[in-house]
């Protein structure tokens, strides 16, 4: 009587591939494409909507702003300042003393082009929104914003030079797409 169980291979030596580990195969990439395809939803549920994807950047025209105006825009929610700056404004944020700065930064630091000046009007201190926007609207003993609530005073580059407010008016992430138009976020 033949033994079933004897191989003409000797001990060791691989029989190769078998319909076995192709079945294995088979039903492991079936069960994690099913997986994939059951899970995927609830992935693709945590991505921002389309609506606060289309608030994440903005553009804005530049060209109808003339030299000393100032326009507001919403940004994720945040008042934006946009102001056109004068050659005296430029020329008093550009010779104001770095050292004598609470949040110590350059004019040039702050601004892509001199005659641009983009922040993010909330007040540092306790997040009022400052006044400096409109012509009627004081702006504070440096030119800039005036924040009425505690008295923050901000230069006509958005720094804080006096009051309670720790930090310079926020710079947002910026870029100018020609020479009038901005893209902000």
Known sequence: MADITHSDKPAGEDTGPTRRDFLYLTTAAFGAIGTLGFVWPFVDSMNPA????????????????????????????????????TPGEILAAEETPVDELRDAQTDEERVEKPEWLIVVGICTHLGCVPLGQKPTDPRGDYGGWFCPCHGSHYDTSGRIRKGPAPQNLHVPEYVFLDDTDVRIG
Request: glycine share 6%; aromatic share 6%; net charge positive.
């Open 50 to 85: 389309a609506d606060t994807l289309a608030l994440s950047s903005i553009d804005v025209d530049l060209s109808p702003i003339a030299a000393g105006q100032s326009i507001t825009v919403t940004w994720r929610g945040k008042p934006v300042f946009i102001r056109h700056r």
